[in-house]
C-alpha cells in the first residue's frame, strides 16, 4: 500500500526484540512530508534494502554502527525519485540511491546520497543488491582476503543470497572451483543451474560434514562465511594450509540472545590459515570499484542475481524475520512505491 500524496509513513521500532524477530516489534507511524532545508532533498521511495546487519541496530549493546532505540525510525538503504530538491546537484525526477529509512519518504543530505545514471541500463532495484552494498561485499572479501587462484576449491555459505550469490561467481571468474552452501534443494539447483557453481551442498542435510567432504575431495582453500555455526564447523575441519576465511558474516546467530562457545583455534596455527573480518563500509571506494566493474556484468546479463520483493512499507518486518530464518530466496526487497515512467 502507498501512501497517500501528502503523508510520509515510517517504520518505528515499537520494542526490542529479545530473540526471534516479530511483526509486533514494530508500528507505523504516520506524519507530513517534510520540507528540505539548504543542502537537502525529498525522496520518494521506491525500494528500500532488507539486510541482516539490521537485526545487530535493534540490540541493546552496541554493534559496530550505532543502533535503533524504540521510537526511532528503522534504517535503511533505498532507491527513490527526487520530489523536491534544496540541493544544486538534485533535480526534482532524479533518482537517487541511499536516502535511509524505512520510510515512504525521506529526507535527506544530498552530500550523502549518489544519483543513478539511468542510462546503464540496468534494473533501479539492482543499486541495493548486485551493484549495491551485498555485491560490494562479495567483491572485497573474494579480492582482499580469499584471493582465489586457478584450481583451489573455495566454499560460500548462504550462496543464494544477496552477497553470497555474487562473491561465488567472482571466485569462479578467478578460476576458482566453486563450492556453495544453501538451504534447501531448490535453492542448491539454482546455485548450480543458474549461478554455474561447480557443486553446493544443503546445509539441512543429515550428515553435512559428509556431504561437503564430498563436495570438497581435495579440501577448502577459501572461505567466505556468511552463516557461522554449524556450517563454520564443517567448512573448518576440511581447511587446506594456508586457506583464507573471509569473515563476513554469522547470520545463523543473530537471533540469538547468547552465543555458542567458539571453535578450537589451534588449527590455524599449524595450517598457518588466516582468519580476517571485514566490514564494508569502512573503505567507501570500494562500492565505486564494484559498481564500475560490474555494472557492464549485469547490463550483459552476465552476472546473475536474483531478487525476492515484497510489495508494501508495512511488510517490512516480516521481511527482515524471514531472512532471518531463511525465507528469502535472492535479495530481500520491498517495494514501496512504483518506479518513474
Ligand atoms: N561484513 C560486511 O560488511 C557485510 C555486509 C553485508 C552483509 N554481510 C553479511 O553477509 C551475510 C549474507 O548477507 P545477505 O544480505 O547476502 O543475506 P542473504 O544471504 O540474502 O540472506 C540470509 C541467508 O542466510 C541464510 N541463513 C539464515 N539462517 C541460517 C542458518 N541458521 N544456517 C545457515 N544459513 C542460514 C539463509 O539462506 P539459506 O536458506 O541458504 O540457509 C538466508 O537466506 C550476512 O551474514 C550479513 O550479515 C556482511
Not at 554455474?196 to 560434514?209: I, S
Not at 549485469?298 to 542475481?305: C, E, I, K, P, T
Request: glycine share 12%; charged share 20%.
Amino acid at each position: 500500500m502507498s501512501a497517500p500524496e501528502d503523508i510520509r509513513r515510517s517504520v518505528l521500532l515499537k520494542r526490542r526484540p529479545t530473540a526471534e524477530l516479530s511483526a509486533r516489534d514494530f508500528e507505523i507511524h504516520e506524519d507530513a512530508i517534510p520540507a528540505p532545508a539548504a543542502g537537502e532533498i525529498v525522496t520518494r521511495t521506491i525500494y528500500l534494502s532488507i539486510d541482516p546487519y539490521m537485526r545487530g541496530r535493534l540490540r541493546e549493546e552496541q554493534t559496530y554502527a550505532v543502533g535503533i532505540k524504540p521510537g526511532e525510525v528503522m534504517t535503511g538503504e533505498t532507491v527513490g525519485e527526487v520530489i523536491a530538491s534544496a540541493h544544486p546537484d538534485f533535480a526534482v525526477g532524479d533518482v537517487v540511491v541511499g536516502p535511509r529509512g524505512w520510510q515512504s519518504h525521506c529526507l535527506a543530505e544530498g552530500d550523502k546520497v549518489v544519483k543513478i545514471d539511468r542510462s546503464l541500463g540496468v534494473p533501479l532495484s539492482t543499486y541495493l543488491g548486485v551493484l549495491g552494498m551485498p555485491g560490494a561485499t562479495a567483491y572485497t572479501g573474494v579480492t582482499e582476503i580469499i584471493k582465489p587462484k586457478p584450481g583451489e576449491t573455495i566454499v560460500v555459505s548462504a550462496a543464494s543470497g544477496a552477497v553470497g550469490s555474487v562473491a561465488g561467481q567472482f571466485a569462479k571468474r578467478a578460476g576458482a572451483r566453486v563450492v556453495g552452501v544453501a538451504g534447501g534443494p531448490d535453492k542448491c539447483l539454482w546455485v548450480q543451474d543458474s549461478l554455474g557453481f561447480d557443486d553446493c551442498v544443503d546445509h539441512r542435510a543429515l550428515d553435512l560434514r559428509a556431504e561437503l567432504r564430498a563436495a570438497c575431495p581435495h579440501g577448502i582453500d577459501g572461505y567466505f562465511e556468511n552463516v557461522g555455526g554449524a556450517v563454520q564447523a564443517a567448512v573448518f575441519d576440511l581447511l587446506n594450509r594456508h586457506a583464507r576465511v573471509a569473515m563476513c558474516g554469522m547470520v545463523s546467530q543473530y537471533n540469538m540472545t547468547e552465543f555458542p562457545p567458539g571453535p578450537n583455534l589451534g588449527f590455524v596455527v599449524g595450517k598457518a590459515v588466516l582468519i580476517q573480518g571485514f566490514i564494508v563500509s569502512d573503505n567507501p571506494q570500494r562500492l565505486i570499484d564494484w559498481r564500475r566493474i560490474a555494472a557492464p556484468w549485469v547490463a550483459d546479463g552476465s552476472l546473475v542475481y536474483r531478487e525476492d520483493i515484497i510489495d508494501g512499507l508495512e511488510n517490512a518486518p516480516e521481511a527482515l524475520a524471514g531472512l532471518l530464518e531463511g525465507r528469502n530466496f535472492g535479495k530481500m526487497l520491498v517495494r514501496v512505491g512504483h518506479e518513474p515512467t
